[in-house]
């Protein structure tokens, strides 16, 4: 009874032969299956996991000194740009804005003074002259009547010691007079040397004294607050950043030995793991970083020591992302992404013409475009008000 049992689990000879030869068959098939892929469109992918998210981490530096009064957002907060993040304890800026308005008011006043002394210096080198051709004058006449007794020889001697006394006074005057128009000769007071360097304190002043309210450069959302109240910062102190979203892309790290084939304009696979699956995004290659990643860390490799091990180094090659996959499933900056690039023989681009250009959104902020035009208007309003 244990014999049959045994016999009817024990394979035949000749099926075990078949199953073996099956096996070998569907291994070879397969075999051939993974080749023809490979061949035909496998070998044209370079794929990478070493490939992260990419982005504008924008920083907000206070710009100058003061203590903090009010903190207004706090991290993951979005802001629109402009948007006021905090804002300093504005009395010393205030104080330092009313002394440059009023050393402005004052150099106009002087100015207006000096303006005024230099007619009245013309009109008392007129007066001296007269007086001086008066006296010389009577002295001639005084000479022509010395003979007749008519006049004293201590009066001749008067005239001409009044003489050399008005031509001094008039030396004196004609000096005071270039000295005051070396002050504002061909300028008016808008013009005039002095008061362009009262505006510019004034400017200055001005500006320092607007930045003590804090506001974002561009729409985004807060990370990495280190601003309290109370806390007391100084110019270039980080205060906020801002992360854009809107315009992500991803640094794919490429071995050298695959570097011959990637090229701008080639299309991109990317996967990320950020929403617990697989979420793929259509990338495009812009352009590859002059340089491999070795030469822009702290300490570039010196290879001259004589110790040198060959490793195979990285390319960061950046790639594009979809701004509408990106609305649809937004991403962060350092996630990690595996990225797949196609190639194709017989297509070629010059990897020395990127297709990477400045985006017009989030690379300007116009903030601060009103800041001087405030200041001047306000400065010329001083001006006309001491004028």
């Known amino acids: 009874m244990s014999a049959e049992k045994t016999n009817s689990w024990t394979i035949h000879p000749e099926k075990r032969v078949k199953l073996i030869i099956l096996v070998i068959l569907l291994f070879i098939i397969a075999a051939l299956l993974g080749g023809l892929w490979w061949f035909l469109r496998g070998q044209y992918w370079i794929e990478t996991n070493d490939a ?116 001094a006074e008039v030396a004196a005057t004609q000096a005071a007079l270039k000295g005051t128009e070396a002050i504002v000769a061909g300028t008016t007071i808008t013009t005039n040397p002095l008061t362009r360097e009262a505006v510019t304190a004034y400017e200055k002043t001005y500006i320092n004294w607007a930045r003590r309210i804090i506001r974002a450069p561009v729409a985004g959302y807060i990370a990495e607050r280190t601003a309290y109240p109370g806390m007391m910062v100084h110019p270039g102190e980080r205060l906020f950043s801002v992360v854009p979203l809107n315009n992500l892309w991803v640094v794919a790290n490429i071995k050298e030995t695959d570097m011959r084939h990637v090229y701008p304009g080639q299309t991109v696979q990317l996967t990320s793991y950020y929403y617990g699956n697989q979420q793929h995004y259509q990338g495009k290659v812009l352009g590859l970083l002059p340089g491999a ?83 001047q208007r306000q400065a010329v309003s001083i001006i006309q008000e001491n004028s």
């Not at 490799?301 to 992302?321: K, Q």
């Not at 989030?362 to 475009?369: E, R």
């Open 52 to 167: 992260y998210v990419s982005g504008n981490i924008i920083p907000v530096n206070n710009q100058t000194h003061g203590t903090i009064s009010k903190v207004l957002v706090e991290n993951t907060e979005h802001v629109q740009e402009g948007q006021i993040l905090a804002t300093l304890q504005g009395s010393r800026a205030t104080i330092a804005l009313h002394q440059a308005a009023a050393h402005l008011g004052a150099t106009v006043r002087e100015l207006r003074r000096d303006y005024a002394q230099v007619t009245a210096f013309q009109q008392r080198v007129q007066a001296k002259k007269a007086e001086l051709r008066k006296l010389n004058t009577n002295l001639i006449r005084y000479q022509k009547s010395i003979a007749s007794g008519a006049v004293s020889a201590i009066r001749i001697e008067d005239t001409e010691n009044a003489i050399h006394a008005a031509s």
């Open 293 to 375: 990643g070795s030469a822009f860390s702290i300490l570039p490799p010196e290879n001259a020591t004589g110790n040198y091990i060959h490793i195979v180094e990285r390319v960061p090659v950046r790639i594009a992302l979809s701004s509408g996959e990106l609305a649809r499933h937004p991403l962060r900056p350092g996630l990690s992404m595996i990225a797949k690039i196609h190639w194709q023989p017989s297509a070629s681009h010059s990897v020395l013409k990127p297709l990477t250009v400045t985006p017009v959104v989030g690379y300007q902020t116009p903030i601060y475009a009103d800041e001087l035009h405030e200041a």
